[in-house]
């Protein structure tokens, strides 16, 4: 795109001032152009400094570039002038991962979803999506890091979708903070936030629905007998939507990531699946929007879950290979715990999710746990 000169060029720095409230310094926050803002401080003056011509061939800003390039990795390292943003923001293929400039977006609306990614599609650009449920955490940003390091363009879905949730569970209570979200993922790198209503997504006469026989009916489905129909018929209209390359899912839902491995399978969606290790706090927790609901009593109690991980992980690493000896050590551990109570602690296949009696093959170590009113899960993958 050519960079807009004359009362364009204004038109431009007007609209985005307006958009980023007179605050554009948001791009150098992200900390990810330092380098080529040492670079343009280097510069002689009037000269490019590393692809951005347009700004360094001005000279004007070659103090916010040595302020930027000085900045602590993360920090903002000046509040720029509208100009800059918008000869930044107008000429793409230039700096930010050395894969374009951009300004992250953020829409409702399906038919924008679709127009951005064609016009990413048409630029050769290829695109990665993480599908979140929102109120995004550390575990989130593991899997929009890793889609902004192998795809051009990353999309994160932002919607609590109301058909995975059972009834009497916590539809109306799930945190949102679309604010916070949004901060995340523009730290990130996600180049777009699709975040639509649930109008947007279910019509009210909506009658299609993905179900999966098996893989969804062990494990987490045996105590939310519909949650699987749901999430699989959300994730295929997202594909749809977004039709991206790669989809990004958490090990931390490892039944979900098996499920959708599945359907992707089945119905041969040509999308590749990865799966991302679980993030988790400092003392084992593992991460999870859910762990807002706990009391500062229960979040002590939700250890039980992580140390349980961690014990049967350490048996099967000694060696044991009998489930029922694994599971029951777990099972002790967490019934010591009087604010625990067990939904299941299961070993099956990571894949099939069928039971298994001795640890064989790519096991999956799974279980939920209810701290007080609070159902958490947990899980570990060993390939023995
Ligand atoms: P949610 O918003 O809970 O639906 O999660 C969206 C995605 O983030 C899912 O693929 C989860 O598995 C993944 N995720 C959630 N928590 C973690 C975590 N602690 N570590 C890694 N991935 C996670």
């Known amino acids: 795109m050519a960079v807009p000169t004359g009362s364009t060029f204004f038109i431009w720095e007007f609209l985005l001032c307006v958009w980023t409230g007179g605050r554009p310094g948001f791009f150098y926050a992200q900390g990810r152009v330092r380098k080529f803002a040492a670079r343009a401080a280097r510069a002689p003056r009037g000269k490019q400094g590393y692809n951005l011509p347009c700004l360094i061939a001005q000279g004007r800003v070659r103090k916010f570039a040595v ?3 000085r900045a602590p990795h993360g920090e903002q390292g000046e509040i720029f002038p509208a100009r800059f943003i918008v000869n930044s923001a107008c ?3 230039f700096a930010g991962h050395g894969k374009g400039w951009f300004i992250m977006e953020i829409t409702g609306v399906i038919d924008e979803v679709r127009k951005q990614v064609k016009e ?5 650009l290829t695109v990665g999506l ?15 890091d890793r889609a902004v390091a192998d795809n051009d363009r990353v999309v994160v879905s932002d919607f609590v979708n109301p058909i995975q949730f059972g009834v009497g569970e916590d539809l109306a209570t799930y945190p949102r903070d679309i604010e916070a979200d949004k901060k995340l993922c523009q730290q990130a790198g996600a180049h777009l936030i699709f975040h639509p209503e649930p109008c947007e997504m279910y019509a009210p006469d909506f009658s299609t629905y993905v179900e999966m026989q098996k893989v969804s009916e062990g494990l987490c489905g045996k105590t939310r007998p519909t949650h699987f129909k749901g999430v699989c018929t959300v994730v295929c209209k997202l594909f749809h939507i977004v039709m991206p390359d790669r989809a990004y899912f958490g090990q931390k839902d490892a039944q979900q990531l098996a499920v959708i491995r599945r359907m992707v399978r089945d119905l041969d969606m040509d999308i590749q699946i990865i799966g991302c290790p679980i993030i988790r706090e400092e003392d084992g927790l593992a991460k999870s929007s ?3 609901y706990l009391n500062t009593e229960e979040r002590k109690a ?3 879950l992580s140390k349980a991980v961690f014990c049967g992980e350490d048996m099967m690493r000694k060696g044991e290979r009998d ?3 694994i599971l029951s050590a777990m099972r002790k551990l967490i019934e010591a715990e009087p604010l625990a109570r ?10 099939s999710i069928e039971p298994l009696t001795k640890a064989q093959g790519r096991v999956l170590t799974a279980m939920a746990v209810y701290i007080g009113s609070t159902r958490l899960i947990d899980n570990f993958i060993m390939e023995v």
């Open 91 to 93: 000429t793409p293929g």
């Open 120 to 124: 990413w599609r048409r630029q050769g």
């Open 290 to 292: 859910r762990n807002t």
């Open 342 to 351: 067990i939904d299941y602690v299961e070993m099956v296949d990571a894949d």
């Open 302 to 304: 939700a250890l039980v």
């Open 323 to 325: 489930a029922e000896t």
């Open 130 to 144: 993480v599908p979140t449920m929102g109120y995004l955490h550390e575990g989130h940003k593991s899997l929009i």
């Open 67 to 69: 302020k930027a390039a």
